[in-house]
């Protein structure tokens, strides 16, 4: 730590001892600067962004396909599957599609997704409650969070 020094000083100063002056705060006033060696700092950065890269984890939508007069072992079946997913750290979309005279019976569609999210409530929690798109009825179901 020299304190606030002028341009020429702190370049000499980095001059003597042989290494570089690096400017780390460009945007603070008075701008800060350090005497070290640039390749080394380059490196210890390059690692730094490595290694938050490595720890991120980008989160995937998986859909799931129900229709409006699915038995209950389908149901199940395709519950076990989200269960996977959610286990997995993804989301999942879930989606039904009236076909023809179906439209008729929207409720069908409703109870088969809410038992759909009953079933998969031990690990994941409606993001998006069940809701009509025009043929189609969507919800979206997230990981549920650990409470710490």
């Known amino acids: ?13 980095a001059e003597e001892a042989d290494l ?3 400017n780390i705060s460009p945007n603070a006033d008075p701008p800060v600067c350090k005497i ?4 080394k700092y380059r490196y210890e950065q390059q690692k730094k962004e490595k290694n938050a890269k490595k720890n991120q984890r980008v989160t995937e939508i998986k859909e799931i396909r129900l229709s409006a007069s699915i ?10 599957a989200a269960t996977k997913f ?3 750290g993804d989301k999942v979309k879930v989606s039904l599609r009236f076909r023809g005279r179906e439209m008729g019976y929207t409720q069908l569609g409703f109870d088969a997704m809410n038992k ?7 690990v994941g929690e409606i993001e998006k409650e069940p809701k009509m ?3 189609r009825m969507n919800m979206f ?8």
């Open 133 to 135: 798109e025009g043929r």
């Open 116 to 122: 759909f999210a009953e079933l998969v409530s031990e």
């Open 36 to 39: 070290l060696d640039y390749g």
């Open 141 to 148: 179901l997230a990981p549920k969070k650990e409470k710490k």
């Open 1 to 13: 730590m020299r304190g606030i020094v002028s341009i020429d000083e702190a370049l000499a100063m």
């Open 71 to 80: 038995e209950n072992h389908d149901i199940e079946v395709k519950a076990k």
């Open 20 to 22: 570089d002056l690096v």
């Open 86 to 88: 959610l286990t997995d």
